[in-house]
């Protein structure tokens, strides 16, 4: 798949999610969310699976423990389904460490608990890094006075 095909799987997922919020709205558990957007998964004719364990590695080495994504469609995408307030800077991190450690292009967190489901989509791909992983050469991120607020 080139980044074309990525990007329209990654569409054809949001308007499953999309049907999923539509029918139900918030306020559901995130586990109700996952089974139904399983079923709208399935209806759209996506290949995909549940609850794939994932083992990093450090230095080369197998670590001794395992993440378990919520999705892995087409071998392709790691969707992650919330319910929560709003999404937060570890739920950016987790769905990047899933996409790292599993291989893939790309990955989406979706918030079920929101009004409108675009609020509460964040995208994350291989090929980019969150700025507070690596600062701009020359920044010391502790004399950084937002980072302690």
Known sequence: MNSTQDASLIQCVIECATEVHRRTGPGLFDDAYETCLAIELERAG????????LRPEYQGRPMDLEFQVDFVIADRLVVEVEA???LDTVHEAQLRTYVQCGGFPAGITLNFNTVELADGIFRADAHTRPSWISPPEG???????DLWR
């Open 139 to 145: 920044e010391d991120v502790f004399e950084d006075p």
């Open 46 to 53: 996506l290949r995909f699976e549940r609850g794939r364990l």
């Open 84 to 86: 929560v307030d709003r």
